[in-house]
């Protein structure tokens, strides 16, 4: 199932998208049977899918955390994934000069939210005429991801989504709130929602951010009934033993059941 990225602008009431994947990519063979599973399931419930990987985590709380295999490799296997099965792919970029390398294997570009401030990242973004999807700073208010949106649009791309993905509350967790999805609609771009990454409870003392998995669909079925265009899952097959962020992402067996749920929401409110 192949979908025009432009498209993406306007759901017109019909499913919302969905950005899914590992949270980073650990090898070719976990990449495509996570890929392979959420095909099958996108492909039957008719929600258009971005497959997700990052292929380097650079923001990391200790320096013998897992941070990829290589950037070549994996941006090679993102690649693939999107060709075998006819499907955008999105990654995350971290500085100016890797905006056009990544561009050259993904569809859209993604930008952390602790960097969606950052002038020369969103303008080299802009610059490679990808969709540039902007998680919003954990420390900015929805408003204030106007100007983000104003600098990609500036530079002469309109292709821009915004993200949303929790608060920081205190130093050990993260709150959504659900106002910021109706805010952010306002500046006339896709709004997604993360509803993993808005369960992590960083900055624990072992080094290894925690999560409240078992509160993924409460935040989705919110954010549905919010009015977001598009959800964000990081999902995998072992979670436990994922080499990143295992502690709140999906397990693959859940996702289908999830997303199930997300849609018949989804029906009750458009």
Not at 39 to 65: M, Q, T, V
Request: charged share 25%; aromatic share 8%; proline share 4%.
């Amino acid at each position: 199932m192949k979908f025009s990225l432009p498209k993406l602008k306007y759901t017109d009431g019909n499913n919302f998208f969905l950005l899914a994947g590992p949270c980073a990519i650990e090898g070719e063979e976990m990449a495509f049977e996570i890929a392979s599973r959420i095909y099958e399931i996108s492909s039957r419930l008719e929600i258009p899918w971005i497959f997700k990987g990052s292929y380097r985590k650079a923001n990391r709380s200790r320096l013998d955390s897992f941070t990829g295999i290589g950037d070549e490799k994996a941006l090679k296997i993102l690649n693939a994934v999107g060709k075998k099965y006819n499907v955008p792919v999105v990654t995350d970029i971290h500085a100016a000069n890797e905006a056009a390398m990544a561009a050259e294997y993904v569809d859209v570009l993604q930008i952390p939210a602790f960097l969606c401030r950052q002038t020369d990242l969103l303008v080299a973004a802009a610059k490679t005429g990808k969709v540039v999807n902007i998680k919003k700073g954990q420390f900015l208010a929805p408003e204030s991801m106007k100007f983000a949106v104003d600098k990609v649009k500036e530079s002469g791309n309109d292709q821009v989504w915004l993200t949303d993905r929790g608060n920081m509350y205190g130093y050990q967790d993260m709150i959504v709130d659900f106002r910021g999805i109706p805010k952010m609609k306002k500046f006339g771009v896709p709004v997604i929602m993360d509803i993993t990454h808005s369960l992590q409870q960083p900055n624990q003392p072992s080094g290894v951010t925690g999560g409240e998995p078992e509160m993924i669909e409460t935040i989705g079925k919110a954010a549905i009934a919010s009015g977001a265009d598009g959800i964000f899952i990081e999902t995998h097959f072992d979670p436990a033993n994922a080499k990143s962020d295992g502690a709140n992402m999906l397990h693959l067996d859940n996702l289908e059941a999830l997303m199930e749920k997300l849609i018949r929401v989804r029906k009750a409110v458009i």
